[in-house]
């Protein structure tokens, strides 16, 4: 496993759900773990005391809601997005020197073949379940998928 995949390995872990993570490869090992938050009880007389830093807190709170309020936006603008059926790594096109399936900005129709996943030594043709204008590829070339992980996003 090269620096770049373990890389995205971690940093999808961390952006999960997930609080432990074991990977097992050959003589590679790997495990990834993360505390869950801790929670403290505050007096009504500390909490008076840090009105300030609760102020903060509310503003950068308020901060964070928008930011994510625009990101919901950016995503419908996106449109419905084509993901991975299987784990394994996303080929771009049918070769080394063929050219990719879908670029942005390409129409596509239902059933055709966005991609394909490696999975188990196993060539699987990834196919669109919708028509529409190819508006953002999310993958790269030999990237590693997860189930579910968006592929392309594209605008019915």
């Given amino acids: 496993m090269e620096f770049e995949q373990i890389m995205r390995l971690v940093e999808t872990v961390a952006s999960s759900g997930l609080t432990e993570f074991d990977y097992e490869e050959g ?3 790997i495990h990834l773990g993360k505390k869950s938050p801790k929670i403290l009880q505050v007096s009504e007389k500390e909490r008076a005391a840090d009105g300030l830093a609760i102020s903060e807190d509310i503003h ?6 928008s930011a994510e309020k625009e990101d919901t ?3 419908e603008i996106k449109g419905t997005p084509i993901i ?3 784990v394994g790594v996303f080929y771009a096109a049918s070769g080394p020197e063929a050219e990719p399936f879908v670029k942005i900005g390409d129409r596509i129709e239902v059933g055709q073949v966005i991609g ?5 030594k ?12 190819v508006t953002e590829i999310c993958v790269e070339d030999g990237d590693g998928v997860e189930y579910g992980q968006p592929l392309i996003y594209v605008q019915k």
Avoid: T
């Fill in 27 to 29: 003589h590679l090992k």
């Fill in 60 to 65: 950068r709170a308020e901060k964070q809601i």
């Fill in 73 to 75: 936006a950016a995503k």
């Fill in 84 to 86: 991975s059926p299987i």
């Fill in 116 to 120: 394909i996943v490696e999975a188990m």
């Fill in 122 to 133: 196993l060539m699987n043709e990834i196919e669109s379940d919708v028509s529409g204008i």
